[in-house]
């Protein structure tokens, strides 16, 4: 079961910070008894589920990956973790994560780095790195991620998984810790496309408590079989960067080759703006952010400095304790880009690449159905090699980062391996177009 392969397994991988044994336990067992009285089960009754920590918890630690957080004990549950409970499923724990999801190796975390399943040596991507490793090593049989830029299908690539970052507004953000509000979405992690599709109808739908959030008929699981004869499928070809591994574009095109074999209508298509998507990325996602964490000030929640003379001081030093290296570049970048004489020079900018990039894509749907392109450039690098180059960090996310500021689903599925290590190709439509992915997705499985 799976709380005996986490309690087996978890020194080595550290992909939990918290494992809810004693919770899980009598949940399972209420899944038990209702199955004994012939109730009703939901469609995910007595499945074990990871919860990235990110997501508030009822009564069970959530940090976000973040010492400023650390014993911070939620009064209620996110939206998401609500409904998952409401269709059966059981909550095996909270996983370990880049703090506030900003990294792409999870090595960020206040709590110690993951590490890959497959490789202890090698980083399980990230920021959701501790729900990848959990599903790839079978300690909960699917997870919840968040993705601001790739968070949910960069780790799941490296992982072998399959993951999909829903349309925004798909799945409610309440209770979900704001990293950058416009961008962050819920999402599954799982071993296969049938799976990510019950566990995305699941948490989908509209939440009175969540104003972004829509609603849409969130019917996926049917027709998922159906096949992608005559499917229209683009491939863009600025997402094959000049630093790509060779043996990850390789076996990406050896994908594309199976969909054409399926007999989708496959052409090469161009999205200058992509190029400029990672830049613009990195304006607009930290001055979401050095707003969304102006909360965390000592007084609220979590740690608070004991030293400090004043209410001044105490918050001062609380930030300066409680936050690691990459939260506070992300917050002085921010910041910067936000004062006065520099708005018009980068977060105007950065908006109106953002713009560009929404019509180019809108334009191709009108040729294509889907489009296609790697997951990452590259596969799950070695513990250690990208911590002290931040811009190399931030490279494995290229791919991903388009997909984000346009809000539009993107799916990742495992295509192959290179270098003994997995491989995602990556199928995104446009916006509400979940079900027309998972179905390309299937085909290839
Ligand atoms: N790796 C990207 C970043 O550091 C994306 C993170 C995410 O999607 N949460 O911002």
Redesign the pocket.
């Known amino acids: 079961d799976a709380l005996g392969v986490i309690e087996r397994t978890n020194k080595a991988l550290n992909s939990f910070l918290t494992v809810s044994d004693v919770q899980a336990m009598s949940a399972a067992k209420a899944v038990d008894e209702a199955r004994a009285r012939g109730e009703k089960l939901g469609p995910m009754a007595g499945i074990p589920v990871a919860v990235k920590d990110v997501l508030v918890t009822k009564g069970v630690t959530t940090t976000a990956g973040s010492r400023i957080l650390e014993g911070f004990v939620p009064p209620y549950d996110a939206t998401a973790v609500q409904r998952l409970r409401q269709a059966g499923a059981i909550i095996v724990g909270k996983t370990n994560m880049?703090e506030f999801?900003?990294?792409?190796s999870n090595e960020n975390s206040g709590f110690g780095a993951v590490h890959h399943p497959w490789d202890l040596s090698r980083v399980p991507g990230?920021?959701s790195g501790g729900s990848a490793a959990a599903v790839a090593a079978g300690q909960a049989v699917a997870a919840l991620g968040?993705?601001?830029?790739?968070?949910i299908r960069l780790p799941a690539a490296f992982c072998g998984l399959v993951a999909i970052k829903p349309t925004y507004g798909r799945v409610s953000r309440y209770g979900l810790i704001a990293?950058a509000s416009s961008l962050d979405q819920v999402g599954p992690m799982t071993r296969d496309v049938t799976d990510a599709a019950t566990l995305l109808e699941a948490i989908s739908g509209h939440d009175p408590a969540d104003a972004t959030s829509l609603e849409d008929p969130a019917d996926f699981t049917t027709g998922l079989d159906r096949g992608i004869k005559g499917l229209r499928v683009g491939i863009v070809k600025e997402l094959f960067t000049e630093g790509m591994e060779p043996e990850v574009a390789a076996a990406v095109r050896r994908g594309i080759d199976q969909l054409v074999s399926l007999g989708a209508q496959v052409e090469e298509c161009s999205l200058p703006s992509f190029k400029y998507a990672l830049a613009a990325y990195h304006v607009i996602?930290p001055a979401e952010a050095s707003s969304n964490l102006a909360r965390f000030d000592g007084v609220r929640y979590g740690l608070r400095s004991p030293d400090a003379r004043d209410v001044t001081e105490m918050m001062m030093r609380s930030r300066e304790e409680g936050f690691g290296d990459e939260v506070k570049r992300r917050i002085m970048v921010g910041t910067y880009a936000l004062s006065a004489g520099y708005y018009d020079a980068y977060y105007d900018k950065a908006q109106r690449v953002r713009t560009v990039v929404i019509r180019e894509l809108e334009a191709a749907y009108e040729n294509f159905d889907v489009l296609v392109g790697p997951t990452a450039p590259c596969v799950a690098f070695k513990l250690g090699d990208r911590v002290n180059d931040p811009v190399a960090m931030?490279l494995a996310?290229i791919a991903t980062i388009p997909m984000s500021l346009a809000g539009i689903p993107a799916i990742t599925v495992p295509i192959g391996l290179a270098d003994g290590l997995p491989v995602g190709l990556q199928i995104f439509g446009p916006h509400f177009s979940e079900a027309q992915i998972l179905r390309a997705a299937f085909a290839l499985e």
């Open positions: 880049d999801a900003m990294g792409s990230g920021s968040t993705d601001t830029g790739g968070s990293f996602a931030y996310d």
